[in-house]
Structures are given as structure tokens and as C-alpha cells.
């Protein structure tokens, strides 16, 4: 008799066992597939600074500015100038002298 208590108490903690780890792997599932929604795409950093440089008197200076910024922040403002609210991360950028590095 005291081992058929024995086994069913084994019996009761594996399965217990086995729930949590069914539950614990629904939850890695989620969170993966929750990963893939959240996911933004790559922004073309050429097509946007070849546009936002376009009008540039130093044109291999700007794209190369906005190049560095684009890849950084995954974004160029549109337009050849302005539009700060569109990109903030890309204009709080600044130089070691405390002048703003994107263009």
C-alpha cells in the first residue's frame, strides 16, 4: 500500500512537472512571435540622404554625414532641410564640438 502512494505522488509531482514546462514553452512562443510584429524595417539610408542632400553645396559631405545618422537612427527626415520632429534621434546627434552632425 505504501508504495502505490509513493507512485501515485510521483505520479502527480511528474505531471505537474510536465504542465509547467508546456506552459513555460507556449510563452517563449509568444514572446518570439510578439518580437517579429514589434519588428521595423531596414530604411534605404542611400535613396533617403540622396534626397535629403540633393540640394547640398557639398553633396559627398552631406550623404556621408546622413549616411552615418540614417544607419544610427534607422531614419532621415524628409526634405532637404528642417523637419526635426519627424526624426529626433537624428537631430540630437552632435560632433565632439557640440554642433549638430546630421545635416
Known sequence: MAISKRILVAMVFFSLLVVHLVEA???VVV???AT???YTPK???GAACEARCRLASRQKICKRACGTC???CNCAPPGTSGNQ???PCYF???THGGK???P
Open 85 to 87: 520632429e519627424l526624426c
Open 70 to 72: 540614417c544607419a544610427r
Open 43 to 45: 530604411l534605404d539610408c
Open 36 to 38: 517579429k510584429s514589434s
Open 92 to 94: 540630437a546627434m552632435t
Open 31 to 33: 514572446n518570439k512571435d
Open 25 to 27: 514553452d507556449n510563452q
Open 100 to 102: 549638430r552632425k546630421c
